[in-house]
T-cell receptor
Framework: DTGVSQDPRHKITKRGQNVTFRCDPI?????LYWYRQTLGQGPEFLTY????????KSRLLSDRFSAERPKGSFSTLEIQRTEQGDSAMYLC?????????????FGPGTRLTVL | AQTVTQSQPEMSVQEAETVTLSCTYD???????LFWYKQPPSRQMILVIR??????QNATENRFSVNFQKAAKSFSLKISDSQLGDAAMYFC????????????FGTGTSLTVIP
């Protein structure tokens, strides 16, 4: 399978706990995006990487959120001290710069439920 | 920030009929990209069609076509000969060329196909 994968697919946690999600992009893609999607809404941009560099972060990304892409391949998104408002689908997408802004390829998402 | 508006939360269409989904956007840029994405229930988001703003010709992909009106900042999606598999959430998205690398998504339109 050469698509974007995310792990875990579902995560249930208690308020105050830390969670970490992983995204494996398509191997030749140098850009990786994280989005948050709540019910009835479109994806909201959180942050993106070009190779290992985190180039842009949304104002939505509070200090409790941190993302890394250490070797320019997979990425992790960590949420510390989770709150009920963090419950959402977290989507990862990757794309390749070559040839202009091509489509983003999305992963299946990680659904987070904070109790 | 750019905004993308989808004013139709829900639409329905009879199988084999044609339906048009609306999208408007706000930007001060002259060069940008527009996309329609499809998100089937519990499945990954996939690209339906893409339009470059500098191209006057409307994009077409099989049964899917767009009506791109640059002056009106309108980008509607027409689905011809609707099939049951077309039932999904449809998101309109915008990406500029001079305002960072974010993709901005609308709130989506839920399309039901009636057999």
């Amino acid at each position: 399978d050469t698509g974007v994968s995310q792990d875990p697919r579902h995560k249930i946690t208690k308020r105050g706990q830390n969670v970490t999600f992983r995204c494996d992009p398509i191997s030749e893609h140098n850009r990786l995006y994280w989005y948050r999607q709540t019910l009835g809404q479109g994806p909201e941009f959180l942050t993106y990487f070009q190779n290992e560099a985190q180039l842009e972060k949304s104002r939505l990304l509070s200090d409790r959120f941190s993302a890394e892409r250490p070797k320019g391949s997979f990425s992790t998104l960590e949420i510390q001290r989770t709150e009920q408002g963090d419950s959402a689908m977290y989507l990862c997408a990757s794309t390749n710069l070559a040839g202009g802004p091509r489509e983003q390829f999305f992963g299946p998402g990680t659904r987070l439920t904070v109790l | 920030a750019q905004t993308v508006t989808q004013s139709q939360p829900e639409m329905s269409v009879q199988e084999a009929e044609t339906v048009t989904l609306s999208c408007t956007y706000d930007t001060s840029e002259s060069d940008y990209y527009l996309f329609w994405y499809k998100q089937p229930p519990s499945r990954q988001m996939i690209l339906v069609i893409r339009q470059e703003a500098y191209k006057q010709q409307n994009a077409t992909e099989n049964r899917f076509s767009v009506n791109f009106q640059k002056a009106a900042k309108s980008f509607s999606l027409k689905i011809s000969d609707s099939q049951l598999g077309d039932a999904a959430m449809y998101f309109c998205a915008y990406k500029g060329t001079n305002t960072g690398n974010q993709f901005y998504f609308g709130t989506g339109t839920s399309l039901t196909v009636i057999p």
